[in-house]
């Protein structure tokens, strides 16, 4: 389940699609055990919006989902503070490169012990799932960077905010081109190497609030505070951010 409410850090991750007996899906829940203080995913939700239980959790994650590769919502059984994750596989005519992807999608409580472990647990869940990419944003700002994306070619309306147009996934060219910026973004050593990061010269700002994983990945933090599009200054480090990397979202010519 994506983030859905205003209180609500999403989580999305892309990685390599899923094969036969993948571990990633456990690897990514044991990550986010380990990161979120005291969280516990052992339950799921019915189609009537009713918690089960989940006695055999590795069992029924390796069952996948009825429609395909991937997991169904797993989540931790408060429903006054809830904390999910899913995962699917996203087809090769909708990913680029034409290659078929792996999304996992995770929300937090934007409150303060959400806002504290977003970095890690972003990162436990990309490592997890051995992601290209990935972001982490409060779900406002995120609406409005999802507006960036262009679809078809009869959608005229410009981006909010004056954020720059990207490309829809399947028009990129290759799954290691982060689609997106975030709050916080999750970029692989293949990712980071795509988009020129870092340049000791050009990001010492970004490298300040950056930590290098260990798969030599990076998590990159864009604002200390999560990010709020009403926020000018917050506004003008997202657009100075897609101005450095103008590979992001397939802006430039190969």
Not at 24 to 40: I, N, Q, Y
Not at 148 to 169: M, Y
Not at 196 to 220: C, K, Q, Y
């Amino acid at each position: 389940m994506p983030a859905t409410q205003e209180n609500d850090i999403g989580i999305i991750v892309y990685a390599p699609a899923l094969v036969s007996a993948d571990g990633r899906p456990l690897a990514v829940v044991h990550g986010m055990e380990r990161t979120f203080p005291g969280l516990r995913l052992e339950w799921t939700i019915s189609r009537e919006g009713k918690l089960i239980r989940l006695p055999q959790r590795e069992a029924w994650l390796a069952q996948g989902r009825p429609t395909g590769r991937g997991f169904r919502l797993i989540c931790n059984g408060d429903e006054s503070y809830r904390v999910t994750v899913s995962g699917w596989e996203s087809p090769a005519g909708l990913s680029p490169g034409g290659q078929a992807q792996f999304e996992v999608h995770a929300a937090l409580p934007l409150d303060a012990t959400g806002i504290a472990a977003a970095a890690d647990v972003l990162e436990a869940i990309a490592e997890g799932a051995r992601a290209f990419w990935g972001h982490a944003t409060p779900f406002n700002a995120g609406v409005d960077i999802a507006r960036q994306t262009k679809n078809r070619p009869d959608d005229l309306e410009p981006p909010p905010r004056g954020l720059p147009v990207i490309k829809s996934p399947s028009a990129m060219r290759s799954p290691e081109i982060p689609h997106r910026l975030g709050w916080l973004s999750y970029w692989s050593a293949a990712a980071a190497r795509t988009i020129g990061f870092p340049d000791p010269a050009r990001d010492a700002e970004l490298l300040s609030r950056s930590r290098r994983t260990a798969t030599d990945g990076w998590v990159v933090r864009l604002t200390d505070a999560p990010l709020d599009l009403d926020n000018p200054a917050h506004l003008d480090a997202l657009k100075r951010a897609y101005e450095r990397f103008p590979e992001i979202g397939g802006r430039s010519t190969p």
